[in-house]
Every structure is written in C-alpha cells, then in structure tokens.
C-alpha cells in the first residue's frame, strides 16, 4: 500500500488523527525534504523511518520503491506541505505503484490553492488550477491561453517573481481584472489582498512580500 498523505501548509494542528495513524504504523516515510518532515515527526512524536523523495531523484527511485510497495511494504508518501503530486514531487511514484496492480490511497487534507480560493472572494463554482507557470520558455503562451478563460485560475508563486507575474497578468488581462494573492497560509503572518491586477502589483512593488504565494484570478 502507498499512502499519499497531507501535511500541513502552516499550522501544524492542520493535520488529520487517520494521517497521524498512518505515519506511525507504515514501514517507511518518503519526504521531498526529511529535514522539513522530520520537524512535524518530532512535533507528534514519530518515530518512522525517513527516506528522501524528490524530484532530484525519483526518476531513479521509483521503480525500485514500487516494486518494494507492491510487494507488500506499507509506505507513506509526503511532501513538505500540502498534497503531494499537487505542483509537488510524487506522480511518478503513484503511476508505478498504479501500474504494479499496488492499492493506493491519498487522505484528504491540507492543500494551499482551496483556502486561497474560497478567501479571494471570487467565483469558485467553476476554477482553473494552472500551477506554477514557466519560468522562460513558453511562460507568454501560457499567460495568453489563461487570459481566455471565463472563470477564475489559480496561480503558484514564488514572493521573488510575484510582482513580475503580476505585472505580466496586467499587461495581458488588463489592469482592471479583478484578482487575489495569498500568502502564509494558515501561518501567523497570514494574509489575502484582494484588488485589481495592477493595484496588487503596485501594493508588492511597495511591500515586498514574503512566504509562499498563491494567486487567484478572476475569469474574463
């Protein structure tokens, strides 16, 4: 069995009792990060075994582990916040484990892009998650293929590119559109400004932010 399990994006209480369970009886934790993971284990007192999974190395990896998991080993996956396979190392992993005939399961849980969504106060019933966008290479075809939807889209940002990106959504969208950014979600310093394209890019041109980000947009 591969459970796929969520951790918190901030808080550390945002964890399920049935995830905590599964982290103390599986065999083996595989963590895009243990130094991170290892954080929450010694928070609740968790014992397993730690193993680095990454997107450095699952390509190399994740043969040997599905094999391991078909055959019987109980292993859970996690990343360092959030769900993993979402803008997250892990699909690989899961395709393995799925083509091996190996049960996966993934809880529910913690995943940053929802409470962003829900918060932007923009229209939810129908949403686009997009992700992190390119960095060079085709990054412009995205921003005008996303400039065509009608309902909102939710970006993944880093705080050193929000501005830029924010920026680049105006100059394409239109400065009027209405958006959201979110950042340090469920963590102290949380926060969501809601305004329009340009106005939130002169606001972080101002403050420059910090933490992780997430951007809503608001359909055309």
């Not at 999974?53 to 998991?69: G, P, S, V």
């Not at 799925?98 to 969504?117: I, K």
């Not at 958006?179 to 400004?193: D, F, G, P």
């Amino acid at each position: 069995m591969l459970y796929v399990v969520p951790t918190p994006v901030g808080n550390l209480e945002d964890i399920t009792l049935r995830a905590l369970r599964i982290l103390r009886e599986v065999e083996l934790i595989l963590a895009e990060d243990t130094r991170t993971s290892s954080i929450l284990l010694k928070h609740y007192d968790i014992h397993t075994p730690l193993r680095a999974h990454h997107k450095f190395n699952e390509h190399e990896t994740c043969d040997q582990l599905a094999d391991r998991i078909a055959a019987g080993m109980q292993v859970a996956l996690v990343s360092d916040a959030g769900t993993p396979c979402i803008s997250d190392p892990g699909f690989m992993l899961v395709r393995a484990c799925v083509e091996r005939g190996a049960e996966v399961q993934c809880l529910p849980g913690p995943t940053a892009f929802v409470p962003a969504l829900v918060d932007s106060g923009l229209p939810n019933e129908r949403f686009y998650f997009e992700g992190f966008l390119p960095q060079k290479k085709g990054r412009l075809t995205r921003l005008q293929q996303l400039a065509t939807l009608d309902h909102s889209f939710i970006l993944y940002e880093s705080p050193f590119r929000l501005v830029k990106t924010l920026s680049q959504l105006a100059d394409i969208l239109g400065n009027e559109r209405r958006a959201a950014v979110s950042r340090e979600i469920s963590k102290i310093h949380e926060e969501t400004r809601r305004g329009t394209l340009s106005e939130l890019a002169d606001h972080f041109t101002q403050t420059p932010p910090k933490g992780e980000i997430v951007i809503i947009v608001a359909g055309k």
